[in-house]
């Protein structure tokens, strides 16, 4: 059985068995329907995805759609961090809504982080950094979840459709769990499906960039957004195997039904409780089914429903700590920090953990061993743009082309850039949040 934590620490080497045991999809599979897909979808950094076709198309329809993740304010960002915030980023230069949580709420309930320092965590690490790296304020949203009533309404509204076996049995909770604990579990589905709020305009497809760890969050989300429609749309085949689609009743009343039906031009079958829509040839039925779905949304709503689509999800694999192992905030060594000085990150480059031989003779005979180099990683993941020239260092490296030392004082000097750079691009982002109202008073 494979475990996956939110709130512990991940190690998931075999992700192939993810797949198959939580019905992850594998996200290479899509990638040729992207138009110019990120690097680490280039990369197979994202390796796997749950529902993400609906947003694809309508990225590649330009209709609408929205891209969301959080930020828990307990520690410093590092690059772990940085790979949502380029994910978000990416998905809002897409066309997407973008919506960045930092959930205060959660790391004061699960961490004990206290609310001043959530706050300053919240926008001296992420907030900042987040802007610095290209999200563009004017038309995302940036928000705490403490200062968001219209997320804690709709936290509260879903907590109707969870129970505390439902809870403890995902994340293994037991009796000594605090409420507010169990509190942060509503108010991130809330964070997942707010972007879907008519305020937010409306339901849209939407896509939750996250590590695999968070994937029990969006299999407990999808279900309970499924939970809150107020019917059910299926596609069936009759007993001649001719599809037809059925829109089950499960708690809008009669009235909605028939509204529904009056506003579908197929033929049709009513019944009590459903109705039944034919005439659809098997090479429309997608297309039909989205019409009629787009149908039962706009009743949905009429009926004071929420009409939301299940979220989808792209899940990236981890980055190694550079002390090899896993990276982890209580021993700083294993990761950098996009806030600490250049210098310093430039040092832990040097003295990260490779995948070189042990002398130099070996390295030029045998070669090294890329893919246990976090060295590697680091110039795969976030410090080179160009493939070719990636795949160039992972050829030198097996064939022994390719020194450890000279190689890792390249790295250092991308990464001393690559910080350096960002710390002025933080500056540049203060003055940003300054012209906004909104986000000046966190200043
Ligand atoms: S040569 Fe570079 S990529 Fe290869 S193992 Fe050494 S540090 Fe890593």
């Not at 790391?107 to 999200?135: D, M, P, Q």
Request: glycine content about 8%; charged content about 30%.
């Amino acid at each position: 059985m494979v475990e996956i934590d939110p709130w512990g620490v991940a190690d998931i080497k075999d992700y192939s068995r993810l797949f198959a045991e939580f019905g992850i999809s594998p996200f290479k599979e899509l990638l040729n329907r992207i138009e110019k897909p990120h690097l680490y979808m280039r990369r197979g950094i994202i390796v796997g995805h749950r529902g993400y076709e609906e947003v694809l198309r309508a990225m590649n329809e330009r209709s609408k759609f929205a891209v969301m993740s959080g930020f828990m304010p307990s520690g410093r960002i590092h690059l772990g961090g940085k790979m949502v915030m380029d994910e978000i980023i990416w998905h809002q230069r897409m066309g997407g809504d973008a919506f960045a949580c930092i959930a205060d709420m959660e790391s004061h309930s699960v961490r004990g982080t206290s609310w001043r320092e959530c706050k300053e965590i919240g926008l001296n690490e992420y907030i900042l950094s987040l802007v610095a790296l290209g999200f563009d304020v004017e038309k995302g949203y940036i928000y705490f979840q403490s200062g968001n009533k219209k997320l804690r309404d709709l936290a509260f509204e879903l907590g109707r459709e969870v129970n505390f076996s439902e809870i403890s049995a995902i994340y293994g909770f037991s009796g000594d769990v605090n409420i507010s604990h169990m509190i942060s579990v509503v108010m991130q589905n809330a964070d997942i499906l707010q972007p879907q709020l008519l305020e937010y305009g409306g339901p849209k497809p939407a896509v939750i960039p996250v590590g695999v760890d968070q994937d029990p969050h969006i299999r407990l989300t999808r279900d309970i957004a499924s939970r809150m429609r107020m019917f059910r749309v299926e596609k069936r085949l009759d007993k001649d195997q001719k599809p037809y689609i059925s829109i089950r009743e499960k708690q809008s009343g009669r009235k909605a039904l028939d509204e529904i039906a009056r506003r579908i031009e197929y033929p049709k079958k009513i019944y009590a409780m459903h109705i039944d829509v034919f005439g659809i040839d098997a090479p429309d039925i997608d297309k039909t089914m989205r019409e009629i779905e787009e149908i039962v949304r706009e009743v949905e709503i009429e009926y004071g429903g929420y009409g939301f689509f299940f979220p989808a999800a792209t899940y990236h694999r981890f980055m190694q700590g550079l002390t090899g192992g896993k990276m982890s905030s209580s021993i700083p060594e294993s990761y950098i920090a996009l806030t600490e000085p250049p210098e310093e990150a430039a040092r832990k480059v040097k003295q990260a953990k490779t995948g070189g031989r042990v002398t130099i003779e070996e390295q030029k005979k045998f070669g090294g061993s890329p893919a246990q180099c976090t060295v590697y990683e680091l110039m795969m993941f976030h410090l080179i743009e160009e493939d070719a020239y990636v795949k160039e260092i992972f050829e030198e490296c097996k064939n022994g082309r390719r020194m450890c030392n000279s190689c890792k004082s390249q790295a250092a000097e991308l990464m001393h850039s690559f910080i350096k750079t960002h710390q002025e691009e933080r500056e540049k982002a203060k003055e940003v949040l300054m012209e906004h109202e909104i986000y000046k008073k966190w200043l």
